[in-house]
């Protein structure tokens, strides 16, 4: 979890510390426990990891509207992870309707910021960034 892209924080710390803690042994419930009230308090990457856990149903009952939410949040709160996922959600119409004009703008905002898959997209979607 822990990359250069993430400000050193002690929400990141608690982020990481409950992966390395969870993720392996699949307790995708605590997991889920623990990152709430970070996303919660608006910290954009346990925003986008509640949206995961709702999207896969890992520790908690699959949502799509849920994730849709949660997913949002963390990208207008700045995360590239979850710009391009929410680029994903509008193109596919996953848990809100299908619109490609929201999916172009946030697989562009996440491309801007260096997201790697956000870029390819945008490459073959011809979008210009």
């Not at 990481?16 to 419930?29: C, F, G, M, P, R």
């Not at 970070?38 to 910290?43: G, T």
């Amino acid at each position: 979890m822990a990359s250069s892209y993430y400000k050193p924080c002690a929400e990141l710390d608690r982020c990481n510390e409950l992966i390395a803690k969870y993720w392996e042994t699949k307790e995708y419930d605590k997991l889920f426990a623990g990152y709430l009230p970070l996303a919660e308090l608006d910290y954009p990457l346990a925003e986008c990891q509640i949206g995961y856990f709702y999207c896969e149903g890992l520790g908690v009952e699959k949502d799509l509207e849920k994730a849709f939410y949660w997913t949002r949040r963390a990208a207008e709160h700045g995360d590239w992870d979850g710009q391009f996922n929410l680029g994903c959600f509008y193109e596919e119409g996953s848990g809100t309707d299908r619109d490609m004009e929201q999916a172009v703008r946030w697989y562009r905002e996440a491309a801007r910021q260096g997201h790697e898959l956000a870029i390819k997209k945008c490459e073959e979607l011809d979008i210009a960034l």
